[in-house]
């Protein structure tokens, strides 16, 4: 079986943030996600923001989680919501379950890319840096709406108990 690894590509250019996710999307880049969600709630001039999830195979919830963090980075500084181009039915139908329609619009129009989107350095981190942005990516999830609240309270339970011992 060959698994395709999970990349970030990012182009800034007039104000357009584009975030490109590739391949197979998870918590080994959280911490990268993080980075970019606190870059672009600092961005002056900032005015549109495109997620782009169309050669992404999987992104697991902790990725979903700092997507989530994105929009709410940037929640009231721009002028229309962040944008998600996805065209996969699963995609869009867990996007749809997991709230994303309240933060995110959601398209599958064609989207023209920046001709430089610069793949991103994944941005390491170690095991605890690593356990924090899962719990945090989960909180995020469950502020979202009641599904998500349910879906992941034991997970967010579980994990602050081990983060206590």
């Known amino acids: 079986m060959i698994t395709h690894e999970g ?14 996710l590739c391949g197979d999307v998870r918590l080994t880049l959280c911490a ?25 195979t999987n992104v697991d919830s902790t990725a979903l989680g700092f997507l989530a963090k994105v929009a709410m980075a940037v929640q009231g500084r721009l002028e229309h919501p962040p944008t998600i ?11 749809d379950v997991m ?9 599958r129009a064609p989207l023209t890319e920046p001709d430089e989107l610069a793949e991103l350095p994944q ?13 945090e990516a989960h909180r995020i999830l469950m502020r979202m709406n ?12 579980l994990l ?5 011992r």
């Open 160 to 164: 602050e108990a081990q983060q206590h």
């Open 99 to 107: 709230g994303f329609s309240r933060y995110f619009t959601l398209v």
């Open 7 to 20: 990349r970030l590509k990012a182009a800034y250019d007039a104000g357009v943030f584009v975030l490109k």
């Open 146 to 157: 009641e599904h998500n609240r349910e879906e992941f309270q034991p997970l967010v339970e």
């Open 123 to 135: 941005v390491e981190t170690d095991v605890q840096g690593i356990e924090e942005r899962i719990l």
């Open 32 to 56: 990268t996600l993080d980075n970019e969600a606190q870059r672009l709630a600092d961005t002056p001039g900032l005015k549109t923001v495109i997620v782009d999830l169309r050669e992404a």
């Open 85 to 95: 181009v996805a065209d996969h039915p699963d995609v869009r139908r867990m996007l």
